[in-house]
């Protein structure tokens, strides 16, 4: 599965911004999506997933209520819908594929897309 994130750009804080990642290949629908982002001089950090089926998702705790990961398995998109934003949310972020039956996590992403920069002006 190759991965290519999008949509990422500068935006003030309160503002909002759509995430977009497509997926090449036809297993898609095979794999748990995530997002996770990286800030300058941090860790890589898990964001939010959604279930193969798009039936469960999961949030980090410091993006309940303000994002919303979604996915379109005919299309092989994976979306993040990014409101409220706080500049705290600067960061590259990235979307990762692990495989059907694993929780998405940093450890068990087995393709990543090359990132796309989110910066939020205060």
């Known amino acids: 599965v190759q991965l290519q994130a999008s949509g990422g750009g500068l935006v003030q804080a309160g503002g909002s911004l759509r995430l977009s990642c497509a997926a090449s290949g036809r297993t898609f629908s095979t794999y748990n999506m995530g997002w996770f982002r990286q800030a300058p001089g941090k860790e890589r950090e898990f964001v939010a997933a959604i279930i193969w089926s798009g039936d469960n998702t999961r949030y980090a705790d410091f993006v309940k209520g303000r994002f919303t990961i979604s996915r379109d398995n005919a299309k092989n998109t994976v979306s993040l819908q990014m409101n409220s934003l706080k500049p705290e949310d600067t960061a590259v972020y990235y979307c990762?594929?692990?495989?059907?039956?694993?929780?998405?996590?940093?450890?068990?992403?087995?393709?990543w897309g090359q990132g796309t920069l989110v910066t939020v002006s205060s």
């Open positions: 990762g594929a692990a495989k059907k039956g694993t929780i998405v996590a940093l450890t068990s992403v087995d393709y």
